[in-house]
Every structure is written in C-alpha cells, then in structure tokens.
C-alpha cells in the first residue's frame, strides 16, 4: 500500500524557518517525481514545487522562488520542502504527493498524498 | 502562467441527479487536465487525468471530457459521498496550476 506521511510543520514566527519531510513507504520512491502543494485555510489548492525521478529536474511556484527548496533522498525514500524566510501567507497545508507515472515521463498530476502537515506562521 | 476557472462556484444538487462541472483554462492546455475530489479535512484524491481517463478505483459514474481550453467533469448519478469540492489542474508547462474548485453540496 501507497504511504505518505508528513511531518515537520508548526508554529513559526515571520521571516523564520522550517523543513517538512515526506516519509514514501510502500513503492520504489526513486522511480517516481514527487510534488509539494499546499492549501490556505478554507482556500483552494496551490501547486508549490516538483521534482522529478530522473535528473533531479526541479520547478518551483514563483510564490516561493528563492525561499523554498524541495530535494529528495532516494536511499531513505523522503521528500523534503524547506522554507525560509516564512510570512503569513505562506500559512496552508503542505501536501507532499506522489506522481501518477513512474519513469522519466512524469505526468504532473498526484495520484496518492499525504494527509498533509499544518504550517503556521505567525507572531 | 495558464488560469483555470471553474463553473458554477457551488452546484447544490440532489442524490441521484447529474452533476456537470466546468473547467475553461486562459489557453490550451491539449488533453493535459486531471480533476481531484477533495472532503473536508482530506487529501485530495486524483478522479481524471489526461481528460477522460478515470484513475484506479474510480468509479464509472464519473467522466471527463474536453480538450484544448474547456473542459468537464460529469458525475451521472450522485451519491451520498460525492458531495465534496472539485478542482482541476492542468500539466501543460510550468507553472502547474489549480482552478479554484466546485464545491457540490446537497440541496
């Protein structure tokens, strides 16, 4: 079975910062593209950032350009999302999900997630 | 970046009627559109990808169809647990992006 688990938001002060992992269980990790996305409280989804199972091809949302950066570690099957330089509108729901396809062609579209991890930030 | 905007914003229907969700992107976007169901307090869950294809374990009561810039999801017959949010997303470059959801609620 496909696993997800989330971990590492909280409680953040402004211009602070924070690393969420991504625990995969339950399928090869390293043939697979992984992707972030995050929701605001009571608003919709936003696609943060990708990054693919060859190549390490990574793209970012221009919202979080230069402040957050996703890797991956194939031998302890993780993901990871650090954020710097955190404001309030950065405060959502970080989803970590896996893509559809595995192999070079990625496909974009997550076909299992986490349950996700709360980040908050605020004075 | 390529704009997804979904219609109607809310669509209060009953169990048992049809459900038909719109989904028109800035520009085209081919056949590259997935929909996801979202509950409350849920993960998104994956329902169509490229279109019209239904992912594993969906059932056939959900459809999608369209290509280019419009595009729709049909729900033939409600059941109790479809009512929920729907969002599309599109894979056709970068930025990858959402619409900004149908929620379906019982009338």
């Known amino acids: 079975e496909v696993q997800l688990v989330e971990s590492g938001g909280g409680l953040v002060k402004p211009g602070g910062s924070l690393r969420l992992s991504c625990a995969a269980s339950?399928?090869?990790?390293?043939?697979?593209?992984m992707i972030w996305v995050r929701q605001a409280p009571g608003k919709g989804l936003e696609w943060v950032s990708s990054?693919?199972?060859?190549?390490?091809?990574?793209h970012y949302a221009d919202s979080v350009k230069g402040r957050f950066t996703i890797s991956r570690d194939n031998a302890q099957n993780s993901l990871y999302l650090q954020l710097n330089s955190l404001s309030a509108e950065d405060t959502a729901v970080y989803y970590c999900?896996?893509?559809?396809?595995?192999?070079?062609?990625?496909?974009?579209?997550?076909?299992?997630w986490g349950q996700g991890t709360l980040v908050t930030v605020s004075a | 970046e390529i704009v997804l905007t979904q219609s109607p914003a809310t669509l209060s229907l009953s169990p048992g009627e049809r459900a038909t969700l719109s989904c028109r992107a800035s520009?085209?976007?081919?056949?590259?559109l997935a929909w996801y169901q979202q509950k409350p307090g849920q993960a998104p869950r994956l329902l169509m990808y490229?279109?019209?294809n239904r992912a594993t374990g969906i059932p056939a009561r959900f459809s999608g169809s369209g290509s280019g810039t419009d595009f729709t999801l049909t729900i033939s017959s409600l059941e109790p647990e479809d009512f929920a949010v729907y969002y599309c997303?599109?894979?056709?470059?970068?930025?990858?992006?959402f619409g900004g959801g149908t929620k379906v609620e019982i009338k």
């Open positions: 490229d279109a019209s």
């Open positions: 520009q085209s976007v081919s056949i590259y």
């Open positions: 990054i693919s199972s060859v190549y390490n091809y990574i």
């Open positions: 997303q599109h894979r056709s470059g970068w930025p990858l992006t």
């Open positions: 339950g399928f090869t990790f390293s043939h697979y593209s």
């Open positions: 999900a896996r893509d559809l396809r595995p192999g070079h062609t990625s496909s974009w579209y997550g076909d299992s």
